[in-house]
Structures are given as C-alpha cells and as structure tokens.
Nanobody, 115 residues
Framework: QVQLVESGGGLVQPGGSLRLSCVYSGIIFSIDVMGWYRQAPGKQRELVARITSGDSTVYADSVKGRFTISRDNAKNTVVLQMNSLEPEDTAVYYC?????????WGQGTQVTVSS
C-alpha cells in the first residue's frame, strides 16, 4: 500500500512563508502526477499545485507567483514552498499521488495564516 506523510504545517503571520514536505513510500513502479490539495472548513477540496514526472507544473490561479512545487525522486519527496501567505491560504493541506487513475492521500497538515 502506498503511504504519504506530510509535514511542515503550522501557524504563520500574513506575508510569511512555510515549506511543506511529503514523503511517500510503498511499492510504486511509476507515478503519473503528484500534487498538493487543500480544504478549508465548509469548502470543497481544491487543487493547489501539481507536478508530473517530466516536471511540468500547474498552479491554482490564487497561488501563482507565491507557491512553488518541486520533487526529489531520490528522496521520495515532494515539496510545496509557500511564500507571501495570506489568511485565505488557511486550510488543511493534503499530499496526493496518482497512479493509473488511483489516488492516494496523506493525513493532511494544518496551515493557519493569522496575525
């Protein structure tokens, strides 16, 4: 079974930065896409950023220019660098791995942006 573990969430002031990490493990022969999603209370889960094996990236309009997704295959890690954080970024952030149309999810890490 594929397992994903997120870390790096916490409380930060507006304008600050956080770095989220996702370490994945299990028997994985190939990965179609990895990404970060977030879900705020009362709202649907939404895509934040995703990256393919060829390093193509997609970002939500709300985070373009502020967030950067990257991967380190040797360390089985995907990172989301978040800069210029806003209160609207407050949510639980989930790491996602997709292989052959099957989604695997981490437990989530809380990000709170508040003064």
């Amino acid at each position: 079974q594929v397992q994903l573990v997120e870390s790096g969430g916490g409380l930060v002031q507006p304008g600050g930065s956080l770095r989220l990490s996702c370490v994945y493990s299990g028997i994985i022969f190939s990965i179609d896409v990895m990404g970060w999603y977030r879900q705020a209370p009362g709202k649907q889960r939404e895509l934040v950023a995703r990256i393919t094996s060829g390093d193509s990236t997609v970002y939500a309009d709300s985070v373009k220019g502020r967030f950067t997704i990257s991967r380190d295959n040797a360390k089985n890690t995907v990172v989301l660098q978040m800069n210029s954080l806003e209160p609207e970024d407050t949510a639980v952030y989930y790491c996602n791995l997709r292989r052959r149309s099957i989604d695997y999810w981490g437990q989530g890490t809380q990000v709170t942006v508040s003064s």
